[in-house]
Nanobody
Framework: QVQLVESGGGLVQAGGSLRLSCKIS????????MGWYRQAPGKQRELVAE???????NYRDSAKGRFTISRDNAKDTVYLQMNSLKPEDTAVYFC???????????????WGQGTQVIVSS
């Protein structure tokens, strides 16, 4: 069973920083893409940033220059460093993993429970 556990959310003033962490546990054959998504009240879940197994990254436009995604394969952890936070960054942030559980199977998506980020103005 694969589990993703997020931490690091909280309340911060505009202009501040937070670092989110996502610890992966369980046996999974390949971790192809890891990402951070967010969902604000009344809105759809949206991709914030993602990183491939090769280290390539992709960010939504509003996160470019402010957020940095990274992964520590030895610790099975992915991070999201968020700087210059804005009230519009307020959302529940979810960690996601796209991978193959066992050889020969198709890719599947795994999700964490989410961590709340609130940015006050």
């Amino acid at each position: 069973q694969v589990q993703l556990v997020e931490s690091g959310g909280g309340l911060v003033q505009a202009g501040g920083s937070l670092r989110l962490s996502c610890k992966i546990s369980g046996n999974i054959f390949s971790r192809n893409v890891m990402g951070w998504y967010r969902q604000a009240p009344g809105k759809q879940r949206e991709l914030v940033a993602e990183i491939t197994s090769g280290g390539s990254t992709n960010y939504r436009d509003s996160a470019k220059g402010r957020f940095t995604i990274s992964r520590d394969n030895a610790k099975d952890t992915v991070y999201l460093q968020m700087n210059s936070l804005k009230p519009e960054d307020t959302a529940v942030y979810f960690c996601a993993l796209r991978g193959v559980l066992t050889p020969g199977e198709y890719e599947d998506d795994y999700w964490g429970q989410g961590t709340q980020v609130i940015v006050s103005s």
